[in-house]
């Protein structure tokens, strides 16, 4: 994204996280995103567009296919799943790794859902985070944010929503 100059960091990518959350930290009900935010969409897909994007299978199955224009990394536990165009790793951490060796990376973005972010959130660089004024109900949810962080971007959008950008420190 234009905001943030991407370089890697210790000669590794730029492990960030991005999420959209209610009030509560809501994220997910029955499979899907709780909300209908066309802005936060296209916001997702300018700044994950051209790197690395790695979900859980559950998310993977909720958007039905591939992100375009990214290479789509999807974790599962099952050792025969396919998923076309995708690549499959069985380890969140381990995949990281590989896609890391490819120095074309830069950023590697983390986009969820909840088992993914809870994995990742405590050695995650960066954290892309719309806050939707949504106060209803999800089974999922985001993981508790802990550690010290700058904020180095924030915009409000028409609909009330907050977007923010922190950088751990
Ligand atoms: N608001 C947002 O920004 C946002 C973003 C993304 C997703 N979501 C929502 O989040 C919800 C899904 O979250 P979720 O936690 O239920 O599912 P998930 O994290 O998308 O996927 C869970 C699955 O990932 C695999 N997995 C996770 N950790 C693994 C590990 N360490 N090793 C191997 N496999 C692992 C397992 O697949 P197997 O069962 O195949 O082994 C597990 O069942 C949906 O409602 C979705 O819409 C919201």
Known sequence: MSLIKKSRVQNR???????ALGCRGQIGLDGKIPWDSS???QRFKWITIGSPVIMG???YESIGGPLV?????IITSQQDYNAPMCNIAHNIKEAIEVLA???WNKEIFIIGGESIYKEVINYADMLYLTHI???GPADTYFP???GNWNRVFNEMDKDGSQFEVLWRT
């Open 13 to 19: 990518p730029i492990i960030s996280v991005i999420a």
């Open 39 to 41: 802005k936060d969409l």
């Open 57 to 59: 299978r559950k998310t």
């Open 69 to 73: 224009g990214r290479q789509n990394v």
């Open 101 to 103: 060796q490819n120095s």
């Open 133 to 135: 004024p949504y106060s």
């Open 144 to 146: 508790k944010i802990v």
